[in-house]
């Protein structure tokens, strides 16, 4: 007959469980101190490498993408406060400036836009309202992305929406477009030509004709496309998708 453990085994065994488990924590103490360490030391030489090459960041558009990455890749945001090192290196600057003409270039187009203006076609307006002054200085669809989210501050009106591959639309007009808004503008993106009807969308979307006609008069209410009644069906147009500005 096996003999069962006395209280004074059962007693014994519980102390070791918690002696390993205090060693366990004493170690995984030890080892986040020392990627703390690691990543403090990481942190200064990413500073000494920006201050060093603090004008070709600022100049070269790959560069600058580049060292974007090494800040992700240890979790340092070059932008998150005004106060630290990086400020110093103007990277913050050149970011809020970018924003600024950001918000100029896309309320000058808003007439003719809509409130919705394409990337590219807003990089080559941004690139053409900097001028000589800045000509030397590229400027990628992804700087004016980054840009585009320090405009936050002021709420929902400029915002950058994905509606098709390496596509998207900038809105510059207060509010938030729905899913089904975003959707029609996808759409409408993937046809190449700007517009939309309501038989395209029923019949790529998989939609009611009710639902797709709720989704277009929103979207014509705030003044983001225009309405052809001249042919057999309503063709809905987005003068920000208009091929000859693509």
Not at 45 to 69: C, T
Not at 134 to 148: G, K
Not at 188 to 208: E, S
């Amino acid at each position: 007959m096996r003999r069962r453990a006395g209280i004074g085994a059962i007693q014994k065994q519980k102390l070791e469980a918690e002696k390993y488990r205090d060693k366990g924590s004493e170690l995984q103490d030890t080892q986040f101190e020392q990627m703390v360490k690691q990543l403090d030391v990481l942190k200064e030489h990413l500073e000494e490498f920006a201050a060093k090459y603090k004008s070709e960041i600022k100049k070269n558009a790959k560069f600058r993408r580049q060292f974007q990455e090494m800040c992700a890749a240890i979790g340092v945001d070059p932008l998150a406060s005004g106060k630290s090192f990086w400020s110093v290196l103007g990277m913050g600057d050149f970011y809020y400036e970018l924003g600024v003409q950001v918000v100029e270039v896309c309320l000058a187009a808003n007439h003719v836009t809509g409130g919705l203006i394409e990337l590219n076609d807003l990089r080559v307006r941004l690139v053409t309202a900097r001028g000589r002054k800045q000509i030397h200085q590229e400027i990628t669809n992804e700087d004016i992305l980054i840009a585009t989210k320090k405009l936050k501050i002021f709420g929902n009106g400029f915002t950058a929406y994905p509606v098709g591959k390496d596509l998207y639309m900038v809105q510059s007009i207060p509010g938030e477009l729905s899913l089904q808004e975003t959707s029609v503008l996808s759409e409408a993106a993937n046809q190449g030509q700007g517009l939309i009807t309501i038989t395209m969308l029923v019949d790529n979307l998989g939609w009611t004709e009710l639902r797709a006609r709720q989704a277009v008069e929103k979207i014509l209410s705030d003044g983001l496309a225009w309405i052809d009644k001249q042919g057999t069906e309503d063709i809905y147009w987005f003068p920000s998708l208009f091929p000859d500005r693509r």
